[in-house]
């Protein structure tokens, strides 16, 4: 956790709720060091790569701080918000060649749905068009959407 509290005063650091810093330990089999080595790599390339950028150009509902955690416009972080709309030109060209995105939960678990339509994305279009890096923002969305929902659904039922 120490490595955690460096965001300044007035909010939270990024990604510091305790499920996610589980997360974090979890993913190093519990060497605490290492967790905390990632999560500081996690942080550093949340706003090297602008999540909050890339969020806002794929989708609509929630709002980022500059390095990279949640502006929570709302008092119940277990809720998320966000949807797949692409905003800019290049999100709407990218929407039309591949297709990732998070469906409604069908189970009792509250878990996200991811669904990759791998088949029926159209690379040579995207190369064509030069959307290389687009495709990648438009994963990098498709992926924190899914965390963020597994978050949001974590801190609902108190599990990982």
């Known amino acids: 956790a120490e490595a955690a509290y460096s965001a300044g005063p007035g909010r939270p650091p990024p990604l510091s709720d305790p499920l996610t810093l589980l997360r974090f330990l979890n993913a190093r089999d519990g060497d605490v060091e290492a967790a905390a080595q990632m999560y500081s790599e996690t942080v550093e390339w949340r706003v090297t790569f602008s999540i909050a950028r890339v969020m806002a150009s794929f989708g609509e509902g ?82 924190e959407d899914a965390l963020q929902a597994a978050r949001a659904a974590s801190l609902r039922h108190r599990r990982l």
């Open 62 to 143: 929630a709002a980022y701080h500059a390095d990279g955690e949640l502006a929570w416009e709302r008092p119940d972080p277990s809720v998320w918000h966000w949807t797949w709309k692409p905003q800019t030109p290049e999100a709407k060209r990218l929407d039309r060649l591949a297709l990732f995105r998070r469906l409604p939960s069908l189970g009792l678990t509250d878990e996200p749905l991811l669904l990759w339509s791998l088949g029926d994305t159209d690379f040579s279009g995207i190369a064509r068009e030069g959307l290389e890096q687009v495709l990648l923002e438009a994963w990098l969305a498709h992926l």
